[in-house]
């Protein structure tokens, strides 16, 4: 067989079908590629089309009815797989004066960024806390969770969430419990003040995989980012860029994936970068030009973005630019898989 | 709109759908489902069978053209998909003598359990170690890697990698290094001496998420086992199970899947027993029967079969029994996720 | 030798003597005891004779002839042995307006509880802090330090530090650096705002041993404390108290020392416990008793006292007492010596 | 005051040694030294001298009598206080044909190097095992332990124990079980089967600062040397220096104390070096020099030496050596301290 096979191989192939079997050497490039392939698309969601279809979601179904209001940004690499990258999912929710979305709890966990609004507030295993703009909430895995407003006006955030993960570790359980609203059972603030003021409790022990601390209020990390650039030391692609912690670990508060906050200063030029983990971003202030591969967007405020895992992306700011992000960096890191590049 | 919801929501949907958004209402329980859904199946694999296939392309395809001459385990709930649970990938692979199964490293950990033969060999990194039936081979995450035969039978061994897992972040990186196989630079045994006899070198420096023991000889499997029931302890549904550890952390040497021997003694009827990990198992040694829902299957040496994720089952063992497993475990534990029902 | 020994070994003693031996079955009690023995003392310093003492010591010798200006608080069970507990050393130091205490590090980690003043600084490897009643600062270990005022009045604070340790490991070096202060190359505030703010720097490597954050201000501690207090979970012997951590590991910011805060609400009768580690506390606001074995003292701002490691005590609070305290508690933590007691 | 104090300081000295306070500035050099101080000094122990001595205590008291017969090795620098060097206890221990050490339990930790013998056992937790020359043998902190000979000759063991770690902590406890030999529940070679083999019972959980491995047999270990030794890479100061760890964390089996097996081939003409840890070393085979700051020794079978911590010392083998020590290396870098120097 002078190319090393044989005319019989089809009729082989054939027959391994029958027996839920495959011959390797088919699929092997596709299973063990040189490199990450571009599955996930750029694509970017200006702020604006995101309000106006929540808020007609909001007249067209109820919270209740929908038991979350969401709109979910489907990457147009992935179609149809409610995947924003090849691992994560995002959505923009919407609660409006009154409203409640019921309590439930799921192995997923789900980070949030507050877009707009005033007055709504999530209870996370018992604790209630209000949502400003900026504020980073978590509900990690098995978290009992519900929302709701007792504000005038509506209230939207972007919503991301390891479910394809998950699922392909088909892992998930979910349950709701009582009917609404969990009942609260400690003073707002109290997992703040209690894990996040540079003490613990003395007898604290860890909880697996669960940061104690769900709320990081943006005028603290907004302090942090102003405290810092007095240092004057940004990094030639991402300036100065924070990942949010669990102060118990160090790690991220969720081991699926990590948020990020990061400060351009005006007139920033940064250097092209990538990186093995996809990541979605969000302009929480200010306005700047981002390049991902052939794609180059103006951005600003509530704008939300991806950036393919793999991908060339350039940042630069005509005004001081501050982005949140979140995506699997710190999976990938646990299991040794996570790459950065510069050039 | 009594019931949550308006007639407009079919036309809104359409509209989403052209801004790459989508509503969450209409997915919602497919994205958090109650539980873990059966998508993958219960399935054997006889040993005579895959022994055949395994020999028939060896008459068909050489190693060098094939790079792995491997037959994939394809999960009838999964066809196509070139995996055996949702998260991981199964082969067999055979190596002729005289045969070289060239060298090349990818970001996929691969683990090995050898099924029959001698004579054949895997260098990983520059060291080299002889197969033999029953040894646990492992190639971490960015190992080099290559297999050869100086035997005179063929060898076959069974192959479980993470591939589906690394799929899903896209981090997947792989190379071919020179042309076939790698230079030899250390003494057969050096890593297994080195760090696995209770000790460890004084300057010692772990490598992010990759055991330095990467051979698991199975006569001192045999023997852990052979001590151990001296004691008697049999747990109720599982007899004598043990991880095999990387002994410089205590944890899985690979961070995605993990790897389990156990042994159940003559007569063992065990109880039924469930887990959100699906385990891939071969038997290693002896006879018996395993119940998966609504499956009963005689098992024996080299047989192969598939328990999906948080499917019922049971063990019994005719004969002594010895079970080579392995599964996403690990993962799972890491992240928060594991759960095990017994009844 | 019906009592299980004979005549001759007063001579065998004798001769064991000459050649660097000794028999075990002298000592054997001593150096196995039942319970950990009453060495060091209860003992307590009030503030009023301290600050005395350090004014004084201002006026007989300066900060740079001494190094460091301070009064060495010994044990009453452990004279001239530089020792406040069995492993712990305590001081009050004393800085006056215009002085400098010259930069040195040493393996030696300090802690401080800024007593009275304002106008004082510390620079800790390049970072400048000011010093504020009721701030926890620390130098760990290697770490760069000097200390000095600007301000118009004298500036005093209680140093614990871990030489008794050091010492007996052997371990310990020290280094004067430079002549005096050393340069600031960091804005004052950095590392808190870097590290202690709920987030990260995306890049940041633990240094061993070392906590990022240095400084925690007591205007912070403070507000955790009255936040908390609204849970009303007050522990029956200690009120409610927390651990200083480093927030990028969870753990103590020293390894060998940790420091607690903690609260006792008004009319407290805190129950009797005892733990392993012996720890010396101050009063930072309120007044309350504290019993100790057969002592029993009125304590009020800025006393210092020592209850000694496995000693019953008991607090009580006449008004709202906020106590600071530290002890070598992480130490026998991690090598699994710590244990406590109540009653 | 032109030397910066004044002359009413010995008044003030007098004042403050009244009140359990002392001057810091007065002992400061003392206890911040610039480097580690020769208080402990090289000493050596001959084999047969050793012998004689137990031999002889042997004769003069019972093993139940004296509870443990063991002959303490004082170091020369620290008489009087059972130390070899500053952290650790070393002693020489004999047990007789027939004879028991009781039962018992204690925080402090012990080791032992097996010296001589054979038909002694120790019982561990419920777990027996037999003692052969060269084996090394934990007890670690809050074991069960007794020893006892059911042979024909008596045994001798090199024991090591962190005594005056936990005596400067105060945390000791210690208590008698039962009268005399404790219970078997476990069958010989259990833990080692179970943890030591590279793998561990998928449901193990560590128990802190314990590990479950605590025999080392030196034929493991010494095949493991011999396998190594092909690899032909030699520390130019060390030779080829092995750790003995607890498999289940890739740590030293007692958290205060490091115990290690080194080889150092015929010929071998090590460099100068040396550490923070002050290490007791014993040839277990061969022969060769040590020389320790002005001291040069001739060192063969059973030689017992320390070297204190920070000395220079240099080894050189005119036989193959086997040698084994213990120092306090593992606590020492848990807290940032150890220092290593070549030359």
């Known amino acids: 067989m002078p190319d090393g096979t044989t ?30 392939r571009p599955v996930a698309l750029p694509a970017i969601w200006k702020a604006d089309r995101l309000r106006e279809h929540a808020l007609t979601a909001g007249r067209l179904i109820t919270a209740e009815k929908a038991e979350r ?8 690499g992935l179609r149809g797989q409610s995947q924003i990258t090849t691992s994560l999912y995002a959505g923009v929710q919407l609660i409006l004066p009154g409203e409640v979305a019921p309590t439930h709890r799921h192995t997923a966990s789900a980070l949030r960024l507050i877009m707009e609004g005033a007055g709504a507030y999530t209870i996370v295993d018992g604790e209630r806390v209000e949502m400003h703009a900026g504020d980073f909430i978590i509900t990690p895995t098995w978290s009992l969770h519900d929302h709701g407003s007792d504000g005038s006006a509506p209230v939207i955030w972007l919503d991301g969430l390891d479910v394809p993960i998950v699922k392909l570790l088909n892992a998930g359980f979910s349950e709701h419990v009582g009917n609404g609203k969990q009942a609260v059972t400690k003073a707002e603030g109290d997992s703040l003040a209690r894990y996040g003021s540079g003490l613990v409790p003395v007898n604290h022990v860890s909880r697996n995989a669960v940061s104690p601390v769900f709320w990081y209020p943006y005028s603290r990390t907004r302090q942090a980012l102003e405290q810092m650039r007095r240092a004057g030391e940004w990094d030639a692609a991402e300036g100065l860029r924070l990942a949010y912690t669990d102060p118990t670990t160090g790690r991220s508060p969720i081991r699926t994936m990590g948020a990020f906050m990061q400060l351009l200063p005006q007139g920033f030029e940064g250097t092209e970068i990538r990186s093995t983990d996809g990541a979605v971003y969000s302009v929480v202030e200010g306005r700047g030009t ?10 600003g405020p509530r704008d939300v973005f991806v950036v393919p895992g793999w991908a060339w992306h350039a940042f630069s700011a005509s005004e001081d630019l501050t982005l949140f992000s979140f995506s699997d960096r710190p999976l990938q890191e646990a299991l040794g898989f996570w790459r950065e590049q510069r050039r």
């Open 290 to 299: 981002v390049q991902v591969g052939d794609e180059r967007w103006e951005v």
């Open 7 to 36: 005319g019989d191989l089809p009729r082989f192939h054939q027959q391994l079908a029958k027996e839920n079997l495959a011959p390797l050497w088919e699929v092997m490039r596709d299973l063990v590629p040189p490199e990450p």
């Open 69 to 76: 209001r969401v709109v979910v940004l489907e990457n147009p």
